[in-house]
């Protein structure tokens, strides 16, 4: 089974900086894609940044300029740069691995069991 297990958050005052990390129990070259989502109590999970193997990034928008995605194949880790940290940014955050078998169609998810993220007025 793929594992992975994120770590790095914690509290924070809004304005401050934290950095998460997701380490992979498998080569994460052989991923498609890793992801970040994160949900609030009550509310959705919701995408927040993205990388593919072959390195093009996305964001949501209400984190473009402030979130960096960045990985390290050698380390089997993705991590999660945050700056200018907002208090809506507050949420469990979640590694997400994404692999896709295009000639048999099929799709899998890996899950990490998240971190949770506070940031404080």
């Known amino acids: 089974q793929v594992q992975l297990v994120e770590s790095g958050g914690g509290l924070v005052q809004a304005g401050g900086s934290l950095r998460l990390s997701c380490a992979t129990s498998r080569r994460m070259s052989s991923f498609d894609a890793m992801r970040w989502y994160r949900q609030a109590p009550g509310k959705q999970r919701d995408l927040v940044a993205g990388i593919t193997n072959g390195g093009s990034t996305n964001y949501a928008d209400s984190v473009k300029d402030r979130f960096t995605i960045s990985r390290d194949n050698a380390k089997n880790t993705v991590y999660l740069q945050m700056n200018n940290l907002k208090p809506e940014d507050t949420a469990v955050y979640y590694c997400?691995?994404?692999?896709?078998?295009?000639?048999?169609?099929?799709?899998?998810?890996?899950w990490g069991q998240g971190t949770q993220v506070t940031v404080s007025s």
């Open positions: 997400n691995a994404h692999e896709v078998y295009i000639v048999t169609r099929k799709l899998y998810d890996y």
